[in-house]
T-cell receptor, first 114, second 114 residues
């Protein structure tokens, strides 16, 4: 069965430090992978997506993610975190069969220390 | 260009009442998806609709829940005889097609059942 695991429920980093949020997926075929960010009380905003091609994907707000098929991972990174990055981050996988359902991870809540 | 509009943002209902959640997709988008986010959990797929058609409702509870997307007007998620367990954030997303290109989410409706 398809699944997405975000092993870190909470992460705290200092402003200016680097960030890596982990995401592992389980899916038999080539996945469509997404990272979304949710600020408190808000909807989800798409940070970046991977369908095919270059395994290093650039997104908005200075985020990037790397698809590693051998590790079934799609980790999100940012070289220098800003206080405004404090939010909850969700990894999601969509099937490549032309369907539309996304399987979401349970999220990682990021806290940024000044 | 307005994004996906959901209303109301917050909805309080007593047990046994009906809840109606509305979603207007982005201009040019004809595909609507509803997801539910329970506290401390990721989003779970509920239903996928196109104009006047339910394409996939496999994530909808079997009873009390229904969804529609009429030819004119917003998509409606209807919950009859609400119970405390229905308290959650309900998110609507839209896309121009059924491909996995990444949805645009609305800001959600937070339903509280008292």
């Amino acid at each position: 069965a398809q699944s997405v695991t975000q092993p870190d429920i909470h992460i705290t980093v200092s402003e200016g430090a680097s960030l890596e949020l982990r995401c592992n997926y389980s899916y038999g075929a080539t996945p469509y992978l997404f990272w979304y960010v949710q600020s408190p009380g808000q909807g989800l905003q798409l940070l970046l997506k991977y369908f095919s091609g270059d395994t290093l994907v650039q997104g908005i707000k200075g985020f990037e993610a790397e698809f590693k098929r051998s590790q079934s991972s799609f980790n999100l990174r940012k070289p220098s975190v800003h206080w405004s990055d404090a939010a909850e981050y969700f990894c999601a996988v969509g099937t490549s069969s032309g369907t539309y359902k996304y399987i979401f991870g349970t999220g990682t809540r990021l806290k940024v220390l000044a | 260009n307005a994004g996906v509009m959901q209303n109301p943002r917050h909805l309080v209902r007593r047990r046994g009442q009906e809840a109606r959640l509305r979603c207007s997709p982005m201009k040019g988008h004809s595909h609507v998806y509803w997801y539910r986010q329970l506290p401390e959990e990721g989003l779970k797929f509920m239903v996928y609709l196109q104009k006047e058609n339910i394409i996939d409702e496999s994530g909808m509870p079997k009873e009390r829940f229904s969804a529609e997307f009429p030819k004119e007007g917003p998509s409606i998620l209807r919950i009859q005889q609400v119970v405390r367990g229905d308290s959650a954030a309900y998110f609507c997303a839209s896309s121009p097609g059924g491909q996995n290109l990444g949805y645009t989410f609305g800001s959600g409706t937070r339903l509280t059942v008292v």
